[in-house]
């Protein structure tokens, strides 16, 4: 969307409300692409407006108020926040991150922005799981399941078994060649995720062979069924991935969040603790595993396995998914 105003008006020429003015102009930066990109930074940029609306923020409802003190005031904020344990360093570092960018839109330069939001906030952040994933429980997988099968969203309960049989993320889900994948479970006994993967690690040059048990042959059953007429994947042939994430994938995101996961990536988080505990015979770290404790090279030897199958080929990336050599807690 075009702007409303003149660029010198309120809010930039974006509206008169604060909140609405960044999502459009986030809007116009990612020229109505990227939804997903959009709405994470849409979602932060709200945390920011509901802050400056608070007693404790500054009462600005046009982004032309905000400088760079406004800016330092919320890190101080979000410190305080980090501090009483509401919410985490990610999570502060990101909203930052996001209003940065927001308000670059909005403005058209980068004149007021926290150039470092780790050292504003004074704590680096850690990419190593403490938490446990959810999605572990196969009884709570299939109330999901059922949940999103309720709604008609078919396709969207075989991007959960997918993810959580497989480790596939989203996009590898929905554009996974189904029919190949299923003549190499049948005559293999494994896959090889190769379809929508990251950084163009795909085919021959990067293998990623999983095997096959009746977790996955269940999934791969499900996606072909509900696959659409005429599809190699989960798409409809006239259908977009991102009209798809739009209209199908995100309304369904509620019903995993009133199970209790967050996302698909946790899904990726479960199969890789279950991968740990398959591999070794003991509880990955985050799940309160000691097993880096007694025998390393043991432990090394499945964090590189499950890195394969992850489609990382990094063995620190792992610890983000089963949680490091350290102590952790697990969920209760």
């Known amino acids: 969307m075009a702007l409303v105003g003149r660029r010198d008006g309120r809010n930039f020429g974006y509206g008169r409300q604060l909140s609405y003015a960044g999502r459009q102009a986030l809007e116009d930066l990612f020229a109505g692409g990227h939804f997903a990109t959009v709405k994470a930074h849409g979602d932060r940029w709200q945390a920011f407006v509901r802050w400056c609306r608070s007693e404790n923020g500054p009462g600005y409802n046009d982004a032309r108020q905000i400088d760079r003190q406004t800016l330092k005031d919320y890190a101080a904020y ?59 429980d196969h ?37 996974a060649d189904l029919p190949r994948l299923h003549r190499e479970a049948e005559h293999l006994g494994r896959i090889n995720i190769q379809d929508g993967t990251k950084g163009g690690r795909s085919g021959a040059s990067a293998p990623r062979w999983i095997n096959v048990n009746e977790e996955v042959k269940a999934a791969l059953k499900l996606a072909c069924e509900v696959s659409p007429a005429g599809s190699r994947n989960l798409l409809h042939r006239s259908e977009s991935y991102i009209a798809f994430l739009k209209c199908t994938v995100l309304p369904s995101r509620g019903i995993l969040h009133s199970h209790g996961i967050k996302g698909f990536h946790e899904l990726r988080a479960a199969f890789a603790c279950e991968r740990y505990q398959q591999l070794t015979g003991f509880k990955a770290p985050v799940n309160g595993g000691k097993l880096y404790t007694t025998d390393r090279k043991l432990d090394l030897h499945a964090r590189q396995k499950i890195s394969q199958e992850l489609g990382h080929n990094r063995v620190d990336v792992v610890s983000a998914y089963i949680g490091g050599r350290a102590c952790v807690k697990p969920m209760t």
Not at 139 to 158: K, N, S
């Open 78 to 136: 979000l410190r305080q926040q980090i501090q009483q344990g509401e919410i985490c360093t990610a999570t502060a570092q990101n909203r930052l991150s996001s209003v940065n960018r927001t308000l670059a839109a909005l403005r058209g330069n980068q004149d007021v922005r926290i150039v470092s939001p780790s050292q504003a906030l004074g704590q680096q952040r850690s990419s190593v799981r403490v938490l446990a994933p959810a999605g572990q």
């Open 139 to 175: 009884p709570q997988l299939l109330l999901v399941l059922q949940a999103l099968a309720d709604q008609q969203h078919e396709r969207v309960a075989a991007i959960v078994m997918l993810a959580r049989a497989t480790g596939m993320r989203l996009r590898e889900a929905i554009l």
